[in-house]
């Protein structure tokens, strides 16, 4: 290598790691100071049955003219069918002063962006808030109230909250609860403040503790299982928000006479007991579409198996409903369990609803795990994203640990054929076998045959 290539990369390289090695440790570098929150306040009103008044005031202050169009408009989610919007008010604050208040046209409704990798309807819509005139130095501030008037758990509150990463001078939580409804919470990043709540009410209330940030790194485990987080919820534990789960799902894994025909016909012939169990796992995955129907309460509450085999389309939830109803019909016991779908491999010290996103089947008497919306493996593995996450089962309340690891073999063997002249051919055998063995499947099968040439030097590439 050329020295003076040399002493050029050491220089690229000590301009790039010198100041990051200068940095005392600990140091911020990974807080956006583009946009300050003056202030943020949620005041949320609980009553006894679990609706809620939340009441959301937020000033921020737009440093930069890049935030301006992230920040120039407030989204305000909400369910149609669980919640009202009482009230909106908004403006921007110029820096000379003036105020220009958002016109009621200038507050637009519109249904949340649909997933691109299923179809989805849903109740959830957002209001969004767009300021006038907004230019760096402005502020821009918001206040609404939001009425949920039907709980997804009847006598039930949980909520969960994290900071996005800017400057916070005032960021703080209140929740003024019913007496008899006591709050557990999770807090990160957030201290407790004392405080005395309207009569009839007991308040608990937090604030946020501004400080630097460690910067997100890619393909980094979930913000929830390291960062700054406030989880409460009027469960005690992991337990009672199973039994929650399980209540709202009472009946729905019940079979009726085409559930009980349906999986004479799949397994009747099989005397395996886990062999039947992937059978019938495997006749869901591939027969019943994934459909997110989350109208009301359907974020939480599955739909009844006979109607989503009659339907041949539903959500996890969904999925596993039927799976359980099948298995049950086979003579098979089995659960629902409930785990995270992203990356968060830890659960916080109270049950909030957002981290077990996912419900699949587990099968105690075999040990056995069942994604039946999986496409990506055969039955009897899990996708890795599941893989190594405590889970919930739904029955007992009981934690479950999905196993680290599964079995997966690749064997390649290699033929050289070498010339006289030196020249040679080789042939390239590789069979995959157990959990690899479904993704390959699935490529070639997606591959059209006039393609599949291709696809072969593509991987030699």
């Known amino acids: 290598m050329p020295l003076r290539f040399i002493v050029m990369l050491s220089l690229l390289l000590w301009s790039l790691s010198g ?19 003056e202030r943020h306040v949620q005041h949320f009103v609980v009553e006894p049955d679990g609706s809620y008044t939340l009441t959301v005031e ?48 200038q ?58 990463f800017h400057r916070h001078r005032d960021f703080r939580l209140i929740y003024d609860m019913p007496p008899l409804l006591p709050l557990h919470a999770d807090a990160v990043g957030f201290e407790a403040l004392a405080g005395t709540g309207p009569p009839g009410k007991r308040r608990y209330q937090w604030r946020y503790v501004d400080g630097d940030n460690a910067r997100i790194e890619a393909d980094s ?40 025909a349906l999986a004479q016909r799949i397994a009747g012939g099989i005397v395996d007991r886990r062999e039947r169990a992937i059978a019938l796992s495997d006749w869901v995955r591939k027969n019943v579409r994934y459909v997110g129907v989350y109208l ?6 599955p739909h009844a198996a006979a109607s989503v085999l009659a339907n041949r389309y539903g959500d996890c939830k969904d999925h596993a409903t039927l799976l359980e109803a099948l298995l049950g019909s086979a003579g098979i016991d089995s659960t629902v369990a409930l785990v995270n779908n992203g990356d968060a491999y830890r659960l916080p010290e109270v049950p909030p609803l957002g981290v077990l996103n996912h419900a ?7 040990q056995l795990y069942l994604d039946p919306t999986a496409e990506s493996v055969a039955g009897g593995f899990l996708p890795p994203s ?53 993704p390959y499947r699935r490529v070639v099968r997606a591959t059209a045959p006039s393609e599949r040439e291709r696809f072969v030097e593509r991987m030699l590439q």
């Open 19 to 37: 100041p990051a090695l200068a940095r005392a440790p600990g140091t911020d570098h990974g807080t956006d100071h583009s946009v300050t929150v």
């Open 58 to 105: 937020q000033v921020k202050t737009i440093a930069t003219r890049d935030a301006v169009h992230e920040h120039a408009q407030h989204y305000i989610g909400y369910n149609q069918s669980l919640d009202t919007v009482v009230s909106v008010e908004a403006h921007t604050e110029k820096a000379d002063g003036r105020r220009l208040a958002v016109q009621p046209h």
């Open 107 to 164: 507050i637009r409704d519109q249904q949340e962006a649909a997933s691109l990798e299923a179809p989805m309807f849903q109740d959830t819509r957002l209001k969004i808030v767009v300021f006038p005139d907004v230019q760096p130095g402005d502020r821009v501030a918001v206040r609404y109230v939001v009425r949920r008037h039907t709980p997804l758990f009847p006598g039930q509150f949980e909520d969960l909250t994290t900071a996005r």
């Open 221 to 260: 485990v979930s913000y929830l299982d390291y960062g700054k987080r406030l989880a409460v919820s009027t469960f005690p534990d992991y337990a009672a928000f199973a039994h929650a789960y399980q209540e709202r799902a009472a009946g729905k894994a019940l079979a009726d006479d085409s559930v009980t």
């Open 296 to 301: 009301g309460p359907g974020g939480v509450v």
């Open 360 to 366: 699949i089947v587990y099968v105690p008497s075999l």
């Open 386 to 438: 599941l893989l190594g996450k405590p889970a919930v089962l739904a029955r007992s309340g009981e934690f479950a640990m999905i196993p680290f690891f599964q079995p997966a073999r690749s064997r390649t063997l290699t033929r050289f054929d070498i010339r006289p002249d030196g020249s040679s051919a080789f042939r390239v055998t590789r069979t995959s076998s157990g959990a690899q063995a479904e």
